[in-house]
């Protein structure tokens, strides 16, 4: 059987794990990034830190979004302020029937990129911990499964990525868990950028707890006006985070880190501009939002 085509729209930490996973399992993928990453995967493969060893998977790579021509499943896993872009230029590219999927953070991309698209896009809840060592080069430090929204193509590519050894769930249930996502990065993404610090010594620290408590109260709040019932053990799953991946820096902290833009307009921001388009404050999300927007701005 002919296995699909993938393409992968955004090689960063996150798309550049889940193509070398795909491609280990024999299926065809590409991955489309800045030049640099294009050049080091065509000339000496995908290298893949994982479970202490480093291996090179041979696999497609391109700068031009027209490499999605063809693929029947497209992953989206660009920064969120860069998806209307992105949907821009893969869309004259798009196969009709292609599955599109949103691996990003925040909580508006699909519907970003579907109104860009005019077409359905599937959300996708992501649980890795990764990050860039340099171009074409990704070290994975945990989890790695995956919560798909229903919608045409969701089953077929769920399916595809089990065949993978992906562990991937289609649940009606996945907008509180994007929401959920959503709510523990807005509770460590900006601390771990601001500090520089993994999430073990956040946690470690006095009063670091209070401070996600608070932040979660407000991010609560938005939810519950915006009809998302969320669970009442945010608190315990941001403990168990912290416990799980005591060294991991958010990709905050790693945009931070590397000079880059960062997505807080689409964390703490998203949750301040939700707040006061419903009249609700959110003083906490608003002073990490400011905070990170001046240490970005210190950069330049």
Known sequence: MTQPKIAIMGAGAVGCYYGAELALAGLPVTLIGRPALAQAVTERGLILEKAGQQISVPLAASADPAAVAGAKIVIVAVKSGDSAEAARQIAPHLAPDATI???????????????????????????????????????????????????????????TMRGAGIKVEVSDQARVAQWVKFTINCAFNALSALTRQPYGIIAAQPGAYAMMADIIAEVRAVAEASGIALPGNLMQMAAGIASQMQAQYSSTAQDMMRGRKTEIDYLNGEVLRRA?????????????????KLAENAQV
């Open 276 to 292: 006061e388009a419903l009249g609700l404050s959110a003083p906490v999300n608003r002073a990490l939002w400011v905070m990170v």
């Open 101 to 159: 999927l949103s691996f990003q953070n925040g909580i508006s991309n699909p519907e970003v990129l579907s109104a860009a698209l005019n077409r359905p896009v599937i959300a996708a809840v992501v649980y890795v911990a990764t990050d860039v060592a340099g171009p074409g080069h990704v070290r994975h430090h945990g989890r790695g499964e995956l919560i798909f929204a229903p919608g045409l193509g969701a089953e077929e590519a769920a399916a």
